[in-house]
């Protein structure tokens, strides 16, 4: 598996880099010719883009539990009701189409490149949280529609850049080869990554499995304590010796998530103690700037999720504020007015779907969301 792992990472990095670099000489050109932000819309809607494709399927059982009396009753009491009555619900051209969400897009959840993550073959009712949220936003939000108009958009900024370089034979060239490239390098660095959590889920299941396992026979407390484990640990596992270290280890690492690491340093990573305590960070600031990643305005009602799963509070029109994003919460990117992530840049997952699904969106925030 280890060689698979090296092959596909290494093939990631090298798509991420070439994506990075092409979209780079659109943006030089852009700036050149004093429009800052062209570069952005020009990126929009390219079309492939995988990471956005679960928000055009999970918008369309959103319309199925829309249209739906009965669906809609039970999600009103919940996605863990939701979860437990769908056999009993009548309702078989949602439950096709679910299975087949599942199955495509099963592998995909909150932090997915990490085994002890749920993902919606896990836990489906993870799923059917962000149906609950996406089936209270009109046919406006449709993603498909927001798509084109990026599509519009795009072919706009890329006619106007175009003419205005069209005297410059050496700028002209470069920039048919940058977008060109760009067409090809971003679709892929979602492709490559996409591809990397397919496999990782793989292991995913089958660690499940053994935890499962283990548990029924006691030799773990829970199914979860599995990820605490090191390769090598595995036969003390099975031997039943490490119950009470896995246990001890969970809560270790569980503890961490009190913590914010450190944005940089140099050599050394400074000890866990020295890392500032979650709840200790505020902001006061009336404005808060980031970098933009996705050109548009919006206003709407900030709102500051931290867990995809639970967008309890979250309402269509609202602008969504979260510390940093992966495919998990795409769904949420379709009612939402606008992003704002904490981290990221021209090529993080939350720019690259904004400007996939036309919405504007903004990072590098460094935790100044404190100040919503």
Do not use: C
């Amino acid at each position: 598996m280890l060689p698979l792992f090296a092959k596909i990472f290494s093939t990631h990095s090298e798509v991420s880099a070439a994506a990075s670099v092409t979209l780079g000489a659109i943006t030089g050109m852009a700036l050149s010719i004093g429009r800052p932000g062209l570069d952005l819309r020009i990126a929009g809607g390219l079309g492939g883009v995988v990471s956005s494709e679960p928000s055009f399927a999970m918008w369309d059982l959103s319309r199925m539990v829309r249209s739906s009396g009965e669906l809609s009753s039970e999600l009103d009491k919940g996605a863990e009701n939701f979860k437990q009555k769908l056999g009993t619900i009548e309702a078989e051209e949602f439950k096709s189409t679910l299975k087949q969400f599942i199955t495509h897009y099963g592998s995909r959840g909150p932090n997915e490149w990490e085994l002890r993550s749920k993902t919606g073959e896990t836990h489906p009712e993870l799923v059917f949280s962000i149906i609950d949220t996406m089936r209270t936003a009109d046919d406006s939000h449709d993603p498909r529609k927001r798509h084109s108009e990026a599509q519009s958009r795009s072919k706009e900024a890329l006619k106007e850049l175009r003419a205005s370089v069209a005297g410059d034979e050496t700028a002209s060239g470069t920039l048919e080869i940058a977008t060109t490239s760009s067409s090809i390098f971003i679709p892929a660095r979602e492709q490559t990554k996409t591809s990397i959590v397919k496999i990782v889920h793989e292991v995913r299941l089958a660690a499940r499995e053994l935890g499962r396992r283990l548990s029924a026979v006691g030799k773990l407390e829970k199914m979860e304590h599995i990820f605490m484990m090191r390769d090598v640990d595995l036969e003390d596992a099975i031997a039943g010796s490490m119950l009470s270290i896995a246990a001890d280890r969970e809560k270790q690492y569980l503890a961490l998530f009190d913590l914010n690491p450190p944005f940089w340093f140099s050599e050394t990573v400074p000890p866990k103690e020295a890392w500032e305590d979650t709840s200790s960070v505020t902001s006061n600031r009336k404005v808060l700037q980031g970098m933009g990643g996705s050109s548009g305005t919006a206003t709407g009602t900030a709102k500051v999720i931290l867990d995809p799963t639970d967008p309890t509070d979250f309402e269509p029109g609202d602008i969504l504020v979260a510390p940093i994003t992966d495919p998990s919460w795409t769904p949420l990117f379709v009612p939402a007015a606008a992003v704002v992530v904490d981290v990221g840049a021209t090529m993080s997952h939350a720019v690259i779907v904004s400007r996939e699904l036309g919405i504007p969106a903004s990072s590098q925030l460094h935790q100044q969301r404190q100040g919503f």
